[in-house]
């Protein structure tokens, strides 16, 4: 078995050479291993290549997964540290609150039951002067009771004034509020702080394939797939808005509406921002009529006075369209207008992919168009917001 048969891979004799194998491709068996033994020592080469990536491959994904551990050990105690600091710093709080309330408490309370002392022994006077008038009274020597009567009839006037004027029962009121606020306010701050933290992930750049980010929505049944249910905040309405729906629609109404006084409150433009913070990818509709601005904004945006700080695309701090019937869109951010053109519609799409950094805004009718698009970076959690000289409503997808 010399030879070798490259025709039909195998090894044959001489005999069968000029027989059943006459014709065929064939080579003696040495020179077939020579080439087949090349073959192997390129395989060799590439395995062991191949090896070596991939254990350099090992290699760095451990050096990542000593990093992440390293890093999240340190992030952990950090937390650990700056949670413990304001449990702390709210003990204190609490001591510093309880301390001035009952030493208020107890500098309302001394002249109250000072002046009840008073009055309890005035009344126990009083009582002994009626006792002994009572028995003089009945006196039936006429020359004793007159004789007695000088001296018992005369009465002392109060040394108090005659009526005790109460103030309305409302003496710490002033402290539960101001807890309260700030209740609200630290429960804002972890809800945000809490949304931040889980919406941040380390990115490993491993050197193995990764999958290709999702692509950009393009009809209106793949929008609706990130469609969020957003209602508007009570809190922040301008007084001459009034909300209805279950808090979708603000309506103008031109005079001012039964809202409290509240802090996070617009207190000039006609303005609301919604109840929920938008993070990730988010699509939602609004139905307009009269001008509205159909907004996104950081919360931390100025409620109070007229300034730019205030209103929806006058500032770095929200993007917003602004249409009516009248007009062409314009899309405003940081005090600048920009022009856009698009078929006219009551109703607009807002698609946010907050990680991504794109803004756009869609006509929608029979057809959905985009109108404008913003590629940028968004540092913080944003929320929909609406400039309303009409009505806008935030209408259900889901």
Request: charged share 30%.
């Amino acid at each position: 078995m010399k030879m070798f048969c490259r025709t039909d891979q195998q090894s044959i004799c001489y005999l069968c050479l000029m027989d059943e194998h006459k014709g065929h491709d064939t080579v003696s068996a040495a020179a077939e291993r020579t080439e087949r033994q090349r073959e192997l020592e390129g395989s060799r080469l590439n395995i062991q290549q191949r090896i070596q990536d991939r254990e350099k491959d090992v290699k760095l994904l451990q050096q990542e997964v000593e990093a992440i551990n390293g890093s999240a050990d340190k992030a952990v105690e950090y937390s650990e540290e700056m949670f413990t600091e304001l449990i702390r710093l709210m003990e204190k709080r609490r001591s510093d609150v309880k301390q001035q309330v009952r030493s208020q408490q107890e500098t309302e309370v001394s002249p109250v039951k000072e002046l009840q002392e008073k009055l309890e022994q005035e009344i126990t006077e009083l009582k002994r002067r009626d006792a002994e008038l009572q028995k003089l009274a009945h006196t039936e020597d006429h020359n004793q009771f007159l004789q007695d009567y000088p001296s018992l009839s005369g009465l002392s006037g109060p040394t108090h004034s005659s009526r005790i004027k109460t103030r309305p029962l409302r003496y710490f009121e002033d402290v539960t509020a101001a807890v309260s606020g700030v209740r609200d306010k630290l429960h804002d701050a972890l809800r945000e702080g809490w949304t931040n933290i889980s919406q941040t992930g380390t990115e490993v750049d491993v050197l193995l394939s990764q999958p290709r980010p999702e692509p950009e929505p393009k009809t209106r049944a793949e929008f609706l797939k990130y469609s969020r249910d957003i209602t508007l905040d009570p809190n922040t309405a301008h007084r001459w808005l009034l909300l209805s729906d279950g808090n979708r629609k603000a309506t103008y109404m031109g005079q001012h509406q039964s809202h409290s006084t509240h802090p996070d409150r617009f207190t000039y433009w006609c303005q609301v921002l919604s109840g929920e913070s938008l993070t990730g990818r988010c699509y939602w509709e609004v139905k307009r009529r009269g001008r509205v601005y159909v907004a996104v904004t950081y919360k931390n945006i100025r409620r109070s006075g007229s300034s730019n700080e205030c209103m929806f695309g006058a500032n770095d701090k929200s993007w917003c369209l602004d249409f009516d019937d009248n007009s062409d869109y314009d899309f405003c951010y940081n005090n600048m207008k920009t022009p856009v053109s698009g078929p006219r519609s009551s109703r607009v799409g807002v698609y946010l992919d907050h990680r991504a950094g794109i803004l756009s805004f869609y006509s929608i009718s029979k057809t959905m168009t985009l109108l404008h698009r913003v590629q940028t970076t968004f540092t913080q959690p944003l929320h929909a917001g609406l400039y309303v000289v009409g009505s806008a409503e935030l209408l259900g997808l889901k």
